[in-house]
């Protein structure tokens, strides 16, 4: 009884959701916490990577029920760590000012990269080093899980760039508010349906194959598609005025205020 519900895909989907909302309330909290806490929280988390790097490979050896849990939960602790790192400011980029006034094309991109770079850099290398960790390895949970959330949050800061109605101001913390000026609310760009389109058929496909008994509904199947499921719903949510801090509203607390954002030479 107990392993066939661990390999309920009602269960893998509950456990995707849940360390979605989890983490992501985590992170918001500790980023709001007082800023000398954030060399003691970053460090606790640098350990458990570290930790989760180990855990990764260990579940990249066997294909299975629980090194799929494993690799999907060792992948996330990796992604809180570079959400960490970036939201308490130790990993950003070149650039910690606002965007200078009225500045386009080439010159806001190449504001916009300097303001993220050195992050940008440390997922590649994480991405790099799990795929050299998976060369002759069975199971792709971890690697996938990486790369899932790699690709819809680099299509995510894309599409904040380029311009949505919804820009999400409010869950970037008072130290980071500056970043608000590098992104552009707007209607939605011809950027936004591409990758929503894309994400959308890359979801399909997973149903489709599953539905043709292509593949099994793993567990691994069913946390992989989870996941990109709710990226396309946060996707969507930057198009619909929703309240969707309140599904972190113990974390959240006091939101910083949209008038601390001043553009360079404002």
Do not use: D
């Amino acid at each position: 009884m107990t392993n066939a519900l661990w390999q309920s895909p009602w269960l893998a989907a509950l456990v995707a959701v849940f360390s979605w909302w989890l983490g992501t309330g985590v992170i918001l909290w500790l980023v709001r916490r007082a800023r000398p806490t954030f060399g003691r929280s970053n460090l606790w988390l640098t350990v458990l990577a570290l930790g989760s790097l180990v855990l990764a490979w260990q579940s990249m050896q066997t294909v299975g029920t629980a090194h799929a849990y494993l690799g999907f939960v060792a992948a996330m602790v990796m992604w809180a760590w570079h959400e960490l790192m970036f939201l308490t400011g130790w990993l950003t980029g070149p650039r910690r000012v606002a965007q200078e006034l009225q500045v386009q094309g080439w010159r806001r991109w190449q504001q916009g990269v300097a303001a993220v770079a050195w992050h940008e850099v440390a997922l590649m290398v994480n991405f790099a080093l799990l795929v050299v960790l998976q060369q002759g390895q069975p199971n792709h949970t971890a690697l996938c899980t990486f790369a899932v959330l790699w690709c819809m949050r680099f299509s995510a800061k894309i599409n904040l760039f380029v311009g949505v109605p919804q820009i999400g101001t409010q869950f970037l913390p008072p130290h980071l508010v500056y970043l608000g000026s590098y992104f552009r609310s707007q209607t939605p760009s011809w950027f936004f349906y591409v990758s929503v389109a894309g994400a959308s058929t890359a979801l399909a496909w997973l149903v489709w194959q599953a539905q043709t008994a292509a593949v099994n509904i793993t567990p691994g199947w069913t946390l992989l598609a989870t996941l990109l499921g709710l990226a396309i719903v946060e996707h969507v949510l930057m198009v619909l005025a929703a309240p969707v801090q309140r599904l972190w509203g113990w974390a959240m607390g006091r939101t910083p205020p949209l008038t601390a954002i001043k553009a360079e030479g404002g």
